[in-house]
């Protein structure tokens, strides 16, 4: 069992930077895929970034490339997501979840199998 916390969400201004936080219980984090996504008020939960065990792999929506980095510090059992250059349209809670140990990356929220509780995002313009 998997459980996340997630934290560093908050209120930025369009152009501003912000870095979230997601905590993992359990010994496994140090060998599962991880992801973050995001869901908007009245839209569906969609795919934002994920890296694998390793920090090897790393794969980031088109809307989010070079802006976005995920990272991961298996030491500390915590997985980031530095977003820059946040815009409006980035407004959403954020989720980080977990797929099971030894599995790849994945963009589909399907595929996963531990999420947090969110943390909101808001980006005034």
């Known amino acids: 069992q998997v459980q996340l916390v997630e934290s560093g969400g908050g209120l930025v201004q369009a152009g501003g930077s912000l870095k979230l936080s997601c905590a993992a219980s359990?010994?496994?984090?140090?060998?599962?895929?991880m992801g973050w996504f995001r869901q908007a008020p009245e839209k569906e939960r969609e795919f934002v970034a994920t890296?694998?065990?390793?920090?090897?792999?790393?794969y980031y929506a088109d809307s989010v490339k070079g802006r976005f980095t995920i990272s991961r510090d298996n030491a500390k059992n915590t997985l980031y997501l530095q977003m820059n250059s946040l815009q409006p349209e980035d407004t959403a809670v954020y989720y980080c979840?977990?797929?099971?140990?030894?599995?790849?990356?994945?963009?589909?929220?399907?595929?996963?199998?531990?999420w947090g509780q969110g943390t909101q995002v808001t980006v005034s313009s």
């Open positions: 890296i694998n065990w390793d920090a090897r792999s790393t």
């Open positions: 979840a977990a797929r099971r140990r030894l599995l790849g990356t994945s963009s589909f929220a399907g595929e996963y199998d531990y």
């Open positions: 359990g010994r496994t984090f140090s060998t599962s895929a």
